[in-house]
């Protein structure tokens, strides 16, 4: 391996580190949250546990408190997946996030939150198009996700309408800057969101080729 090659070697192999651990170091701080909730809803169990079957066990069962915690944190976890995955389940969640909506402060907090889940995941994400955007000038490309297209009422580009166009900062991609582009400046890339995703928490270290989208080539290969 080259001198030259060597800081980038060490760089690139950083950051495929980090980005193995961020989502593991999410994980941990989610289930440490729910450890610490559920701990009181746990302690009880470990004194009946200890009386029901006598002294020669107590020094075992106190020991299996921080267990029962865990399971408890993991099954609240799985239940609200399980919850959620079917029709009844969500109605009452729904039901339930009416209920939170309504209040004034959890109505900011949540509502942010959930918005911005359901923004970047979901079926009823906002973002379905991927597209490469020149920005801040002509020359340099950025990826961008097509969030809404919007009727040009104030004739700023030739074309009837403007997409509404978010482009993501890296590697944080939850802010960023939001441009109106005419639909002939702006190239569709096959890629999905989570792929694009992907790209810029990287800074485009893991991500395939850029490439036009099937439909695109299908479309310029019976052209020829």
């Known amino acids: 391996m080259s001198t030259t090659a060597k800081p980038h070697f060490l760089r690139r192999t950083c950051l495929t580190g980090l980005l193995i651990l961020f989502p593991l170091v999410v994980t941990y701080f989610l289930i440490a949250f729910l450890f610490n909730l559920f701990a009181n809803a ?20 106190e020991a299996l408190g921080p267990v ?17 995955t079917n029709i009844l389940g969500r109605r009452l969640i729904t039901a339930f996030e009416t209920l939170l909506l309504r209040v004034p402060l959890v109505k900011t907090i949540y509502g942010a939150a959930k918005q911005m889940v359901e923004t970047f995941h979901g079926s009823d994400r906002a973002f379905r198009r991927v597209v490469l955007v020149q920005y801040p000038r002509p020359g340099l490309w950025v990826i961008g996700f097509v969030a809404a297209e919007r009727r040009d009422t104030l004739h700023l580009a030739p074309s009837d309408t403007l997409l509404a166009v978010f482009i993501p900062t890296t590697p944080n991609p939850t802010s960023g800057f939001l441009v109106l582009v005419p639909p002939e400046d702006v190239v569709d890339v096959d890629y999905s969101v989570e792929e694009a995703f ?23 290969h019976t052209s020829r």
């Open 198 to 220: 992907t790209f810029i928490v990287s800074s485009g270290i893991v991500g395939k080729d850029l490439a036009p989208p099937p439909q695109a080539r299908a479309t310029a």
């Open 68 to 84: 029962v915690n865990l399971l408890l944190s993991l099954t609240v976890v799985f239940l609200l997946g399980l919850v959620g």
């Open 42 to 61: 746990g302690a009880p169990l470990v004194p009946a546990l200890s009386r029901l079957l006598g002294p020669t066990y107590s020094p075992w069962i």
